[in-house]
């Protein structure tokens, strides 16, 4: 069992940049494969980065591309999304998940824990 909570959400303007974090307890961390995904309003959650066990390798959603940063802490216990350049179409309730499976998960139901979700907003 791994409980999750993500913070750092807000409203930001558009071009802005954001880090939202999220922190674990329960499981050792490491053992976890970690993602981010988003759920905009009307829309259907959809992935968009995750970073393997080791944080070693990561694996982004197009859209995010040269945009985003996933990144973890394994010391720490967080894992970490940097968003920059962030337009109104980034809004969305932001999740955090938890992962068994080796390799970079991708989709939802490969997340056995989630996180509350934390809300971001970008105005234009």
């Known amino acids: 069992q791994v409980q999750l909570v993500e913070s750092g959400g807000g409203l930001v303007q558009a071009g802005d940049s954001l880090r939202l974090s999220c922190t674990a307890s329960g499981r050792t961390f490491n053992t976890f494969a970690m993602g981010w995904f988003r759920r905009a309003p009307g829309k259907e959650r959809e992935f968009v980065a995750t970073i393997i066990m080791s944080g070693r390798s990561t694996y982004y959603a197009d859209f995010v591309k040269g945009r985003f940063t996933i990144s973890r802490d394994n010391a720490k216990n967080t894992m970490y999304l940097q968003m920059n350049s962030m337009t109104p179409e980034d809004t969305a309730v932001y999740y955090c998940?938890?992962?068994?499976?080796?390799?970079?998960?991708?989709?939802?139901?490969?997340?056995?824990?989630w996180g509350q979700g934390i809300q971001v907003t970008v105005s234009s």
């Open positions: 998940a938890a992962s068994s499976i080796a390799g970079s998960p991708s989709r939802p139901s490969q997340y056995a824990y």
